[in-house]
């Protein structure tokens, strides 16, 4: 009978790692019992409190044992919270290793972002065993002590990773071209056909297949310069049980343990990409975005709604069918960060947990007579053979295979064909099980020992020959797959180049490497390694230092071949290592290494914006580098470089708003790439996610390169490398403060344009004036002033908004032309299109009323501006494109000098000819403009005062009435004030 039951939820905080504890980052989570409450640092009295079944504790509270294990302190006033690796195993571990000997299949996510701390719950590190490790352990304990039950035991493992839905066997070194096709069976629902299925008899056995699987994935990432924080990786344990029942029959329990890995959460939906042409043609966070719409469907389907559950939509969603909505009992372990400088990615991380723990599972028992499987596998394979003999499939069959309800002729021909393909698969499934069923354990294990040894022999002496020999191992950004690569130095003169030309001693792939990139030369008779370049403009560096000519290796070097091969040179027998003390080499630490290198250093006394800023330079400079050497290699006239966009130019300056406007956090620079096509001259400014983004989809283009595949060049709409000539681009803004307004005083200004990085680009003329209702403006015979911008609060208030002209703008768009918006308005007003002119005559010219102005219309008007965008499009000189015809990108490159600024500069300030452009200066001039303005009214009551008083010497009189004084004191006007002086005379008459 299925047992019904939600899946259950574990939360689990980490420490700060090192990054956080270098930009001093605060705590932000709390976790009592089983609740977790996380705070907003922007606002303490902002906070959420989320209920699970678990709230783990690893932020604080423990300490290193002699052995490495973090284990409680005693001593530290959270030690009763703190959980541990075994802590965490009995509450979710041993459920998993109960369910198994029970029959149930089991499935353990982990969620969070990159760096969360998932794998480490999942997998663990070093003596800190996660749950998979502790779970095979335990359960082979347990198998030893029933070998003597009678029962006959299989245990059998997979290992596969789904990235950029392609899903990739990693117990197999090459896999074939466009993965393994998931297809569907009718009871096992979906499956990936042809994953490699190996027996592990041994804890000895899994530990070194999930080795095999890690190397492999290593290899795969390195090769394709994937990110490994963006693949989801599934293991799969089968435990088999085969026994007989009080009737002699056999029986098979069988409970199918799935553990995924997910990707880093992070790249879900990533908001600077959003608008790209190019977002949705790239699947790389389809799979992750898909989970949470599956997720969010079967969170309303426990509540009773009727929706459709997208499995179909993504590669990782169709495998993962029956952990989430069928025969299966399940656990998500959501893993977040504690800093506040993560507080979106963790507040995300929470919610979508929160959602998780609302889904409803049904697991049965999976027993059965052997006999009785064998039978259905064969029946099932006739009636197979004998649909595909008369084509027996109905309409609404191949509609629910494509997830569509309304389909064309053509399609449901394409979708019969597929049809076909997968009936011939499932058949071909069957009889592999038929095969399996007919075959004894010892049988099986016979045959994974034979091919194990091989394997098992080959790393067994890499690992023997790095105690001695000097060797480079990988770093990568994922930590499980840094060290994973050893590369020996055997010879005397070793060889470094990528697989194209003549077999290098050692190869290696990826943007920016040559045929013969560098050259190690050993004298093993003093144990020194040196290294030169291959070729003139071969990229290496050494600790962060490009090098030129030959140079000595010391043992821990950090050396960088091309733009992505990130290797740690080691050196065993080199004299005195012993009595040094070398730092953890780490990813993180060799990219900060080369970023300081090229004058980006990590302040750690910096905080908040300016850590965040580093970061984001740290994390996009290699990327830049990578894109630049794919660009020249595939010849695609592109360039790629870093610029700091000032933050107020995006609008980002702190300072009072009224309510219902956002006070951004950022008043640092964000950092962005602009985009040059060196054949045309066009540019155009990237967000870091938009251009992320693209780097994705240009890896993947240069892989299909490196494949030698006929189709691996894109139609220029597809092509990540080009941006639509049509597209609008920012030319500059203008910040307009409305301050005047809230005096009803009229500005006329000259103000200047600054472009994305704060320098002047030219110069705006515009005007801000109070008007009546009908557009006629105020003079100052009018006297619309005000003392103070409460006075207007329930009045009507009307203003002209005016965009006269630009002087002085680059000479190089067309259809130039004013956008803003002004106060709630949600739609741009634009003025009229110039082209071809950098000083453009808009005469602009917009009322805005408003009946009457409420307080907060009032606390904009005096706090608040309009920032102008001048925006067009990029015109393209004949004479500019036929200089650059015949030159290939790598020549072009080399002509513009700018392509490889020292990132140094990017953190010395906004510059034009020397110039820094003040962004407050505009709100300067318009103090300046009200400044005088009180001044002169304030003079004026001071002579009408002086006036008075002196005229009421001349009457000879001591006393003047309170109301006589105040209508002197409110004559602005020489009408006014000429009808003071008679009311004073009037009054002096009635006194005598």
């Not at 022999?457 to 990568?476: A, G």
């Not at 080691?570 to 780490?586: R, S």
Request: aromatic fraction near 8%; hydrophobic fraction near 35%; include cysteine.
């Amino acid at each position: 009978m299925a047992e019904e039951e939600n899946v259950r939820v574990a939360v689990r905080v980490r420490p700060f790692n090192s990054r956080e504890k270098a930009r001093n980052a605060k705590n932000i989570i709390e976790m009592v019992g089983s609740s977790t409450k996380i705070t907003n640092p922007e606002d303490a009295n902002d906070t959420k409190t989320f209920a699970f079944d678990y709230s783990y504790w690893s932020h604080d509270g423990f300490k290193e044992d002699g052995d490495g294990y973090l284990a409680v302190d005693s001593g530290h006033k959270n030690a009763k919270k703190y959980a541990d690796q075994n802590k965490v195993f009995d509450d979710l571990g041993k459920g998993v290793l109960k369910n198994a000997w029970e029959g149930f299949n089991t499935s353990l996510f982990a969620y969070g972002q990159t760096g969360s701390g998932k794998s480490y719950s999942v997998f663990g590190y070093g003596v800190n065993k996660g749950i998979v490790p502790m779970f095979a352990d335990l359960l082979y304990k347990e198998v030893d002590a029933k070998k003597d039950s009678g029962i006959t035991f299989e245990m059998r493992f997979t290992m596969l990773e789904i990235y950029n839905e392609v899903a990739r066997d990693l117990l197999v070194q090459k896999s074939k071209k466009g993965g393994l096709k998931i297809r569907q069976h009718p009871k096992k629902g979906f499956y990936a056909d042809g994953l490699k299925e190996v027996i592990v008899n041994t804890y000895a056995d899994i530990t070194a297949r999930m080795e095999e699987g890690t190397v492999n994935r290593t290899v795969a990432s390195t090769a394709m310069n994937a990110t490994s924080s963006r693949a989801h990786t599934i293991v799969g344990i089968k435990f088999i049980q085969k026994s007989k029942n009080e009737a002699g029959k056999e029986m098979e329990k069988k409970s199918l343990i799935n553990i995924v890995d997910l990707a880093g959460s992070e790249r879900a939906d990533s908001t600077g990409a959003t608008g790209d042409r190019l977002k949705e043609g790239a699947q790389i966070n389809l799979s992750l975005s898909t989970l949470g719409n599956v997720i969010s469907a079967l969170a309303k389907q426990s509540e009773g709604e009727k929706v459709r559950v997208p499995y179909r939509d993504s590669a990782l969603t169709k495998l993962l069918q029956t952990a989430l909505g069928g025969n299966s009992k399940t656990i998500m372990i959501a893993a977040i960060s504690p800093a506040d400088i993560n507080y979106d990615e963790s507040a995300s991380t929470l919610r979508y947990a929160d959602r998780a723990k609302q889904i409803k599972t049904k697991a049965i028992v999976n027993e059965d007579p052997t006999e009785a499987l064998i039978r259905e596998l064969k029946e099932e394979n006739e009636r197979l053979k004998s649909r595909m003999k008369s084509g027996d499939v109905d309409e609404q069959e191949l509609k629910d295979m494509a997830g569509k309800e309304v389909m064309s002729k053509e399609e449901l021909a394409a979708m019969k064909k597929a049809w076909l393909e997968e009936m011939k698969a499932n058949m071909k499934s069957n009889e592999k099980e038929v095969s399996e069923q007919g075959k004894t354990t010892e049988d099986k294990t016979k045959e994974q020992k034979e091919h194990n040894k091989e394997q098992d022999n080959v790393l067994s002496k890499i690992m023997e020959e790095k105690k001695t020999k000097p060797h480079l191992f990988n770093l990568n950004f994922d930590p499980q797959l840094s060290g994973r690569l050893v590369h020996i130095f055997q010879k005397s003169d070793t060889e470094i180049g990528n697989k194209k030309g003549k077999e290098s001693d050692i190869c290696m792939v990826g943007p920016g490497l040559h045929e013969q990139h560098a050259f190690i030369r050993q004298d093993k008779k003093h144990h020194q390694v040196f290294i030169k370049q291959g070729e003139k403009d071969c990229r290496i560096l050494v600790n962060g230092e490009p090098t030129t000519e030959e140079v000595e290796l010391h043992h821990n070097d950090r050396l960088v071949f091309g733009s992505t091969q990130l290797w740690v040179f080691q050196n065993p027998k080199e004299k005195g290592i012993d009595k040094k003390k070398y730092p953890p080499i780490t990813f993180d630490y060799a990219q900060e290494e080369i970023a300081a290198k090229a004058g980006v250093k990590v302040d750690t006394a910096a905080g908040g914006d300016m850590a965040l800023l580093q970061e984001d330079l740290i994390d996009v400079m290699p990327a830049v580098e990578e894109a630049n050497s794919i660009s020249e290699e595939l010849d695609k006239r592109v360039k790629f470089e870093i610029i700091l966009i000032s933050p107020h130019m995006l609008g980002k300056m702190q300072g009072t708003k009224a309510e219902g406007f956002t006070d951004m956090k950022s008043t640092q620079p964000e950092v962005c790439v602009k985009m040059k096509n060196l054949e045309n001259g066009t540019e155009f400014i990237w967000p870091k996610e938009k251009f992320l983004n693209r780097l994705y989809l240009m890896k993947e283009m240069y892989n299909n390169y490196e494949e030698e595949e006929d189709d691996w060049d894109l139609p220029e709409d597809k092509d990540p490398f080009q941006e639509d000539v049509d597209t609008e681009v920012n030319i500059g803004t203008v910040q307009v403060f409305l301050q005047p307004i809230a005096y009803m005083v009229e500005m006329k200004e000259q103000l200047e344009v600054t472009d994305l990085k704060g320098n002047k680009i030219g110069i705006m003329n515009l005007e801000v004036a109070p008007c009546n209702k009908k557009g006629r403006e105020y003079t100052e015979t009018d006297d619309k002033f005000v003392d103070s911008p409460d006075e207007l609060v329930g009045k009507d208030v009307h203003f002209m908004f005016k965009i006269v002209n630009c002087r002085g703008l680059p000479n190089k768009y067309t259809d130039v032309h004013c956008k803003y918006r002004v106060y709630l308005e949600e739609t741009d007003v634009t003025t009229e299109k110039i082209s071809l002119t950098a000083n453009p005559d808009f005469n602009h010219k917009k009322q805005f009323s408003f009946n009457p102005a409420t307080r907060q219309l009032v606390d904009y008007l005096n706090n608040g501006s309009i920032m102008v965008q001048i925006v067009g499009k990029q015109y393209i000189r004949k004479s500019a494109v036929a200089s650059k015809k015949g030159l290939s990108t790598k020549e072009m490159l080399k002509s513009d000098r700018a392509v490889f600024a020292k990132t140094a500069n990017l953190m010395n300030g906004f510059q034009m000819n020397g110039r820094v452009v003040d962004p407050q200066k505009q709100s300067i001039v318009v103090e300046l403009l009200l400044m005088k303005k009180t001044q002169a009214r304030l003079q004026q009551r001071c002579d009408n005062m002086k006036k008075m008083l002196e005229k009421a010497e001349k009457l000879g009189r001591s006393g003047v009435s309170c109301t006589t004084i105040k209508s002197f004191f409110n004559a602005h006007t020489d009408e006014q004030f000429a009808n003071s002086m008679k009311q004073l005379e009037v009054f002096m008459a009635a006194q005598k």
